[in-house]
């Protein structure tokens, strides 16, 4: 029997063609806005699945504007009830369902403290969308499994898609354009030699830089989710900094390598724990000692990474099956989190 994940990951490039539709006028209007305020920062805030959409956000404006980008810590006014002076700023909430209290509230009270807001989410009416200045909705459809999946991919692209009007980036608007074709490709491709290794595993480390760390988080948070499998994301460069010394014989790494600036740092890191005796699986290139995992190729570095999150959750619904395991409900977790 075909899972809910399975239909909803088959389903992410008409998810994203939907949003780049019903949502470009959204879009346009709250990029307009970010050119009009020139903000000096701007601040996320998520948590889980979206946290990660929010790093990959965090790198992508980054490289893009060069302007910094940082996570506020939703307990700041939900718990503590301290505002925050954000005159100048911009505040990316990100959330599927839009109503965890704590997400909220420091949307609004970063609203009252002068941040221009702007709501992420698959519910345009939802408490998150009301107490914003914008709201892009994803046009995601309903996600039954409780492991987000199409609404995540959505939750970038829209990011991508307001990045790219904001600076006016013709290039940028051109790649978010093609991800639906680019995800179609991505469901295609065979990471099989992957499952074999972890279907027997109890732990691994997945890897990446810049937006593609953030992919790796998703990556090792949807092992735990969807697979029982402990596994940790790092940096390519972090994992150097103490996690590489228990990494023996046999312990499984996914390396997330795109065509980059950061990929030969990514290949270097995946030959050297190669080296150690891991079990190294590395997406579209070749490393000394690793195995070669496809990827979609010729891609805008900014949105390679999303792709490739693309072929990830097609390859780790199998896997949970194989592990035993219903990646539709993973134990102890409901679809919405509502956390103060």
């Known amino acids: ?22 949502s470009g006028p959204a879009i ?30 965090k790198y992508a404006v980054e490289l893009t504007a060069g302007i910094p980008v940082a996570s506020v810590g939703p307990s700041v006014a939900s718990v503590y009830g301290r505002s925050l002076r954000l005159s100048g700023a911009a505040c990316i909430g990100i959330s599927q369902s839009g109503q965890s209290p704590d997400i909220v509230e420091m949307m609004r009270s970063a609203g009252a403290g002068g941040a221009l807001t702007i709501a992420v989410t698959n519910f345009a009416g939802s408490p998150m ?22 609404t995540f991919i959505c939750s970038v692209a829209a990011g991508l898609a307001l990045l790219a009007e904001w600076q006016d980036d013709p290039a ?34 997945v890897l990446g830089r810049g937006p593609a760390f953030a992919i790796a988080c998703e990556a090792a948070l949807k092992l735990k989710e969807t697979c029982g499998l402990h596994a940790e994301a790092y940096s390519a460069a972090e994992v ?17 390598a795109v065509e980059d600036a950061a990929q030969p740092g ?24 690793a195995t070669t995992l496809p990827a979609v190729t010729g891609l805008h570095p900014l949105v390679a990474p999303l792709v490739q999150a693309v072929a990830f959750y097609a390859f780790v619904e199998t896997l949970a099956r194989r592990r035993g395991f219903d990646p539709d409900a993973p134990p102890h977790l409901r679809k919405v989190t509502e956390t103060v």
């Open 1 to 22: 029997m075909t899972s809910h994940m399975a239909n909803e990951v088959a389903e992410i490039p008409q998810a994203l063609a939907r949003l780049l539709s019903a």
């Open 28 to 57: 346009a209007t709250a990029g307009a806005a970010l050119r009009a305020l020139d903000p000096g920062l701007v601040l996320t805030v998520a948590r889980g699945s979206s946290d990660h959409a929010a790093t990959y956000l």
């Open 129 to 150: 969308a009301r107490v914003s200045s914008h709201c892009l909705p994803l046009a995601a459809g309903a996600e039954q499994s409780v492991a987000a999946t199409k």
């Open 172 to 205: 940028l608007r051109a790649a978010v354009a093609a991800l639906p074709e680019a995800a179609a490709q991505a469901l295609t491709l065979d990471w099989s030699p992957l499952s074999a290794r972890l279907s027997r595993a109890s732990q691994a480390y």
């Open 240 to 256: 150097l900094h103490g996690p590489s010394a228990i990494v023996q014989s046999g312990f499984p790494v996914l390396a997330l």
């Open 266 to 289: 990514v290949i270097q890191t995946a030959e050297r724990l190669a080296a150690q005796g891991a079990d190294v699986f590395l997406t579209g290139a070749a490393a000394k000692g």
